[in-house]
């Protein structure tokens, strides 16, 4: 069942020119219940840690939750220097970010890697996109608008990904995915980058995600925010949680993903 919401402008103020997306969640579900993977790792190093022999797993699991999400969209990197500062501030030893971002990969990849292999093996992408993916992209590109790729996964993933996914050649503004310097890539810099190169006004850009990072950076320079509050695991509805983040980070309106483009369509295009 589709269910559009609108929370803030029901429409943009100006014709739209550009679009901004995010991958994972977003378009892309290869990477669903990574959640899983980085929560119980980042207990496990705080549970380790002199205080944190104190808490109970429900408190570490609260702290954690708590960081994880309102860092989520941006690069990895940074909830892994968070890790390491909860670390310090419990008396441990951090070890470099670095070091933690490689386990969550490695556990990541394990998840995730009979995807990835049955995409290569010319299995049907579908089961891994947020329905109506395709269609979104389509109609993004019959508007006539250039269509960005911005993730805060690294960008030598998102590349391969996207070609997995078949979606590659819809992004005729670029794939744009974390750098090993991370003070090298931020999604604030992608938008700057979208609206110089563009000539653009910020209302003429639509930015789509599932994360805080990317609606409120959209929301924050005047662009119109849609929040895409899939439930990854149903791969259908709403999920609670996203959507109430994705409405205090700034979005106009949550839709669950792209099944409907029709009333999405006439929203955005009207
Ligand atoms: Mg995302």
């Known amino acids: 069942m589709f269910s559009l919401e609108i929370i803030r402008n029901p429409k943009p103020l100006q014709p739209l020119k550009a679009a901004i997306l995010d991958f994972d969640g977003t378009i892309s579900l290869i990477r669903e219940g990574w959640q899983q993977v980085m929560i119980p790792l980042f207990i496990e190093v705080l549970a380790e840690t002199p205080n944190g022999k104190l808490e109970t797993t429900t408190e570490l699991e609260h702290a954690v939750r708590e960081f994880v999400d309102l860092l989520t969209g941006k690069q990895t990197i940074y909830q892994c220097i968070r890790l390491a500062e909860e670390v310090a501030k419990r008396n441990g030893i951090p070890q470099e970010p670095l070091v933690y971002k490689h386990e969550y990969h490695r556990r990541l990849l394990q998840r995730i890697h009979h995807r990835l292999e049955a995409l290569k093996n010319g299995n049907n992408p579908t089961e891994h996109l947020v329905p109506g993916s395709y269609h979104l992209l389509q109609t993004l590109r019959q508007h006539g608008l250039v269509v960005y790729l911005a993730s805060g996964t690294d960008e030598v993933f998102v590349k391969e990904e996207a070609d997995l996914l078949r979606v590659t050649d819809y992004f005729n503004g670029g794939v744009y995915g974390a750098q090993d310097d ?69 979005a106009d309106l949550i839709i669950p993903d792209y099944s409907d483009m029709e009333q999405l369509e006439s929203q955005i295009f009207a």
């Open 182 to 250: 991370h003070k090298t890539f931020s999604k604030a810099m992608v938008i700057q980058r979208i609206i110089s190169e563009n000539n653009l006004q910020g209302q003429e850009l639509i930015g789509f995600g599932d994360g805080y990072v990317e609606i409120e950076n959209v929301h924050n320079i005047g662009g119109f925010a849609v929040g895409v509050a899939t439930n990854e695991s149903e791969r259908s509805g709403i999920d609670d949680w996203k959507r109430k983040r994705l409405i205090e980070a700034g």
